[in-house]
């Protein structure tokens, strides 16, 4: 029985050793090659602020009632005891912090209104609105690139001197967004 378990071990060696020299002498020819791709998304980054707060009078005459300010904190133009003949003016200034060429547009929609939205007259540099009970204006989309001069808007709102009594004590508040998209995109 130990000369069989001998032979047999003898044998299954003489095979273990026979597959690994035939194993050896097999070759294939290889190559790889790897192509690495690195994806990173652009930024669309607009920023919108006033400056350049200025009020005045279609009368000529001085407006000390009448008061304009502009806050940093939550950028908002304020006016107080605006009367037929006062004109604010400012200029919204809006800067690509993206990386990529934007479109942008600007929409003034009114938030809130007890009766003054439809006695303001206000430009848009040349677009002129108001007076017509629209509660929504939007600009066309111009194009800015990313790393260049802000764009400006020059804005003017005026309570025109014909405005009569109904306006007394009325009130309203409008947002002036700026949106913008992609510079690719239709």
């Not at 003489?14 to 290889?30: E, M, P, Q, V, Y």
């Not at 107080?80 to 003016?89: A, C, L, Q, S």
């Not at 929409?107 to 009766?115: A, E, Y």
């Not at 009130?171 to 239709?186: H, K, L, M, P, W």
């Amino acid at each position: 029985m130990m000369k069989k378990k001998v032979i047999l071990s003898s044998v299954l060696t003489i095979a273990l050793c026979l597959c690994l020299i035939a194993g050896s002498t097999f070759a294939l020819f290889t190559s790889e090659s790897t192509v690495n791709v690195a994806v990173q998304a652009a930024r669309v980054n607009v920023v919108a602020v006033a400056e350049r707060v200025n009020l005045w009078s279609t009368l000529g005459t001085n407006v000390p009632e009448t008061t304009a300010t502009f806050s940093t904190t939550d950028n908002t133009v304020r006016v107080d005891k605006m009367v037929p003949g006062d004109v604010i003016e400012f200029d919204i200034v809006v800067t690509n912090n993206s990386n990529v060429t934007v479109d942008y547009r600007t929409v003034l929609s009114v938030v809130s209104d007890t009766g003054l939205w439809s006695g303001l007259v206000i430009t848009f540099d040349t677009l002129t609105y108001g007076l017509d009970g629209n509660n929504q204006h939007v600009t066309n989309y111009s194009e800015l690139a990313a790393g260049v001069a802000p764009a400006v808007v020059h804005v003017r709102i005026e309570l025109p001197e014909a405005a009569g009594n109904e306006y007394q004590e009325k009130s309203c508040t409008f947002a002036y967004r700026v949106e913008a998209i992609q510079g690719n995109a239709q």
